[in-house]
C-alpha cells in the first residue's frame, strides 16, 4: 500500500519555482525525462557544452542504484530502504526495483523538493504487500529524518540506507560526514549504506560545476575519489570498495558504458 501525508500538510507547490535551475531537474533532464523547465534544460545543455561525458555519468549513477538496490533486496536479504535525496520519479525507481525482487519491502522516501514530493505521491506507488511513505526534511536535519521514518520503517530490522549524489549538496566535508554517522548510527547492525557522488577527477568536470554553482543553484560540491570513501568509515565495504559507478558489480545493463566515469560509490555493512 502507499501511506500519504497528513491533509493538513502544508502544500509542497507552495515552495515551487521555476525561475531557478534545480538539480533534481537537470538530472532528470539529462536522463531523457520530462519532469523539467526550460530554465532546467538551459542549465543542462550549459553543463554540457563544456562537461559532454555528464549523461553518461547520470546513466552510471542510475544503473549503479539499480544493481546496488537489486542485490541487497536479493542476495542480502533487506526489506527497507530508505532513501534521502529521492530526485524525480524515473525508470526504475527504488521501491520498484526491490519490489520486484520481494513484494513486501517497505520504502521510504526523503526529500525537501516541493516538485519532487508532488511527483512521488503522485507515481510513486507501492505494491500491495509493501509500503511507500515520503518525509519532507532536510538532509541537514538527520533526527527529523530518522523520526519520521521510523513511522513506517522498523529500525530493529536492517534498513539500507541511501544517499545518491546528494552529498555534494552539503558544502562542508565534514558536516557532510557527520550527517552520515548520525543516519548509520541510528540503523542497526546489518543495515547497509548505498552512496555515490561525483569526483573532481575530470577538469572539465570542475569548470562545468563552477559555471553551475554560479548561476545560483544550490552549490554541489566536486570531491575527491578518498573523500567519498571516507563517508564509509567504520563500515564493511562489498566488493569491489568504493569505485567508478560502472565498476560496481556490472551487469548487462552496464553494456555500453565506459569503465571509468566521475561518478564514484560503494556498498557497505553495519556490523
Known amino acids: 500500500m502507499t501511506e500519504e501525508a497528513p491533509n493538513s500538510a502544508p502544500d509542497p507547490l507552495a515552495r515551487f519555482d521555476t525561475t531557478v535551475p534545480q538539480s533534481a531537474r537537470i538530472w532528470n533532464y539529462w536522463l531523457g525525462g520530462k ?133 555534494g549538496h552539503i558544502e562542508d566535508y565534514d558536516e557532510a560526514r557527520e550527517i552520515v554517522r548520525r543516519l548509520v548510527a541510528a540503523l542497526p547492525a546489518g543495515s547497509y549504506l548505498v552512496q555515490y557522488d561525483s569526483t573532481d577527477t575530470s577538469k572539465a568536470y570542475v569548470d562545468a560545476i563552477r559555471q553551475y554553482n554560479e548561476g545560483g543553484s544550490i552549490p554541489y560540491i566536486l570531491r575527491t575519489p578518498e573523500q567519498i570513501a571516507g563517508f564509509f568509515e567504520n563500515l564493511e565495504l562489498l566488493d569491489p570498495g568504493v569505485t567508478s559507478c560502472s565498476r560496481w558489480r556490472p551487469d548487462d545493463n552496464a553494456w555500453g558504458l565506459p569503465a571509468e566515469v566521475h561518478q564514484h560509490g560503494g556498498v557497505a555493512l553495519k556490523r
Open 35 to 167: 519532469d523539467n523547465y526550460k530554465v532546467d534544460r538551459a542549465a543542462g545543455d550549459a553543463f554540457r557544452e563544456i562537461f559532454p561525458g555528464i549523461e553518461t555519468g547520470a546513466r552510471a549513477a542510475r544503473y549503479f542504484l539499480a544493481r546496488a538496490v537489486r542485490h541487497l533486496a536479493g542476495e542480502e536479504g533487506v526489506r527497507q530502504f530508505l532513501d534521502i535525496g529521492t530526485g524525480l520519479p524515473s525508470v526504475d525507481n527504488t521501491h520498484e526495483i526491490a519490489q520486484r525482487v520481494a513484494p513486501e519491502c517497505r520504502i521510504v522516501y526523503v526529500d525537501n523538493d516541493p516538485l519532487v514530493l508532488a511527483h512521488a505521491r503522485a507515481l510513486l506507488t507501492s505494491s500491495p504487500e509493501g509500503v511507500t511513505h515520503y518525509v519532507d526534511a532536510d538532509l541537514r536535519d538527520p533526527d527529523t529524518i530518522v523520526r519520521e521514518a521510523a513511522r513506517t520503517l522498523d529500525f530493529d530490522q536492517p534498513v539500507a540506507l541511501m544517499l545518491m549524489g546528494i552529498l
